[in-house]
């Protein structure tokens, strides 16, 4: 079926990462070069903007400062954790939704996000399919969890590890200047899946990587790691840590939650973070009072721009090219996915489309055969396949010595 | 008088910096210049590996690598924190410094530190000159906290101050995107100076600084504190706030010693997070369960070799050239101190020698005329001063996607 001439709206969701704007980038510059697109929008705070009708004007904007979003970390637009309740339960939304669309003539909708935002990409187009509305709906993959399902790997992924890595490797030496025993425990994001624990395997590379690694596909017990840490102390004066902050006991609870007290986002998941604190209390009470530091990277590891990796900038800005020129070709109700050459020796990833009800919903975790038998580091297959997703850097221009980030003049349409 | 000839030994001491090791590379390669330099030690663990006769032979390493310490973060030698007695209370590692000198035929001793390395310094020198042993000492400073006296800046804190400013800004683009209130408060080191608090001003240059700042130069208030957020809170939906580790009440008592120690978790375990971790509980309690998010920078701040700045890695290069240079013109009982040329449009530093009594023991504060009279930012004075240390950037070659550091092959010499 011929595509339609039309608007499109791009919206941002959930947890920034370090290139989600170069998604951003590319969707705008490559709609730019199509007739049949003929407004662009940007919708601020994701799909909240589409309801509020709070929508940014995309062609007033410089070219050069949608060129450097490539650089610019976080959400632009805003972002937002918005769960649409199931049409059959409440229609309200969806009907406004369709309202605005309508108004704005919008046939092309791309919204970049993680497992939460294909659920609401894909409620949205089945919606609109129910109510003949023709409007091509393409989903753009970003977490730097890197548990969508489908794709080899996510796009915010790369920077997020390659900050991982980076950053352990300092940390190693840092860690390790004095000549009294320590413990440094680092504490790396990632609900349910350990890919970027895991990625602080790439130090490893360089010889200076952690001692300990913890994932959350596999159980922990407190008294374990203790021990652990204890057979670390014994043969050399410094133990180096990596945990995720979703690792979860036998029960599958997660250990923060034994000290924290629960708090729930809007979409249901636990609020974590603090897990280092709690084991390094834990673990200067069980080795007299041993030097202990927990390091969170908290939101850091998620934005760090200035070492965004070069490989992951490219991809995620592709992410946008492609998921225009797919919704141009017809394409809806898919996610742009990235698929891995196996057979080439080069690294080398194309882009291919997966329905947006398998994304939806599932998350990917690190295979269990690439955790070592004892649980506590990766083999050389995550190593294998983490590595190439760090390569090369940010070119950002400088200013003043500080990194230039672009400027959006954030026109809102008039409602 | 002539200097005579002999070895040379190099220590490092104190807590790590990015450049550290750019100090260790300029004293290596510039004594490898001078015919009057024999050997050339490292000493592992700063002093006590001149007490442990634990010394490196530096002739035996690649040039290459030696080069690569430039880019190499932490202390390469080792370091330590060890305060050597006044010598009419207890000479005994005096006399085994002299005695290891003597050995050895050590007539050129360079250490890198702060304060209290200067301390070290200033006692083993005059010891010496009491005994009537010749050797030349020179002291290199180093320190993030910027807080050395004589001196316009350290080396150490353009870096860490680059790391500062910059994380701000990605941070505060993370902490921006949602369209829900949120307090974020960030630590920064620095216990009774707050030039690198100061540093994250400089995101303010570009737009993205904090609302708040606090530096232990003035009293903290905790009421006042809640209050101030408050206000931001009135006109905007987001607070930042920047928070020096050392603030302290009108007594003059930190605020993390009297807040943090309360702090124990359900099990009874010490909780080890900092007062950006209390503050955040309080505004939580005091502003109706707003979402607040506490960050400390922890080690990281003052390990990023990654974001170095260029101006700092040059500098202390050229602190440690500069100390062996003036060794070898009969210099000693001093440290290398900087000057800015203040008449100069642009930004000029000159390497000039101080008594290094007067650098030992002295903490150099962020002048009050350069806070703001609200306490709660610094003045254009503070940005001046501080931008010019944080141009450039680190050069530092990079394998597999990673940094390659330094790597030494730490030949000790034989007892």
Redesign the interface.
């Given at each position: 079926m011929k595509p339609l001439k039309g608007a499109c709206i791009f919206g941002?969701s959930g947890g920034?990462t370090a290139v989600i704007n170069a998604s951003a980038a590319g969707v705008f510059l490559e709609a730019m070069k199509h007739d049949l697109i003929t407004d662009i929008y940007g919708a601020?705070?994701g799909i909240?903007g589409v309801l509020n009708e709070r929508l940014i004007d995309i062609r007033q904007e410089d070219v050069k400062e949608l060129e450097l979003l490539k650089n610019?970390?976080?959400?632009i637009l805003?972002?937002?954790?918005y769960k649409l309740k199931p049409y059959s339960v409440d229609d309200s939304d969806y009907k406004r939704i369709l309202e605005v669309f309508k108004k704005y003539n919008v046939r092309y909708f791309f919204y970049n996000g993680g497992n939460d935002s294909m659920d609401t990409c894909n409620k949205i187009s089945k919606y609109l399919q129910s109510q003949n509305y023709e409007c091509n709906i393409i989903g753009i993959p970003k977490t730097i969890d890197n548990d969508l399902y489908g794709t080899d790997h996510t796009p915010g992924y790369g920077s997020a590890a390659?900050y991982v890595?980076?950053?352990v490797?300092?940390?190693f030496?840092?860690?390790?200047?004095?000549?009294t025993p320590m413990v440094?425990i680092v504490e790396v994001m990632g609900r349910n899946a350990g890919w970027l624990t895991g990625a602080a395997a790439?130090?490893s590379?360089?010889?200076?990587g952690p001692d300990l690694m913890y994932l959350p596909e596999l159980p922990f017990d407190v008294d374990e790691f203790v021990s652990d840490v204890k057979k670390v102390l014994e043969r050399k004066r410094h133990a180096f840590v990596v945990i995720s902050e979703g690792i979860k006991d036998f029960s599958g609870k997660y250990i923060s939650e034994?000290?924290v007290s629960l708090r729930r986002d809007s979409f249901g998941h636990a609020q974590l973070g603090?897990v280092a604190?709690?084991l390094?209390?834990?673990i200067?009470?069980e080795l007299n009072h041993i030097k202990?530091?927990?390091?969170?990277f908290?939101?850091?590891q998620?934005?760090?721009?200035?070492?965004a990796?070069g490989v992951d900038i490219e991809e995620a800005f592709n992410a946008g090219v492609m998921a225009v020129r797919f919704a141009l070709q017809g394409h809806t109700d898919k996610m742009v996915v990235f698929k891995r050459d196996e057979k080439s020796e080069e690294y080398k990833i194309s882009y291919e489309l997966l329905d947006l009800e398998y994304c939806a919903n599932t998350e990917r975790k690190v295979p269990k055969s690439w955790i070592k038998p004892d649980r506590t580091g990766v083999t050389d297959d995550f190593i294998k396949y983490a590595?190439p997703l760090?390569?090369?850097?940010n070119n950002a221009p400088?200013?003043?010595?500080?990194?230039?980030?672009a400027?959006l003049k954030k026109v809102f349409v008039k409602k």
């Open positions: 941002q920034p601020e705070y909240k610019t970390p976080s959400s805003g972002s937002v954790r390659r890595a980076t950053t490797m300092e940390l030496h840092d860690t390790h200047v004095y000549n440094c790439l130090a590379l360089k010889g200076f034994y000290l603090g604190t709690v390094a209390g834990i200067s009470d202990v530091r927990p390091i969170e908290s939101l850091l998620r934005c760090a721009a200035h070492i990796s590595l760090i390569q090369g850097g400088y200013e003043d010595g500080l990194p230039r980030y400027k």
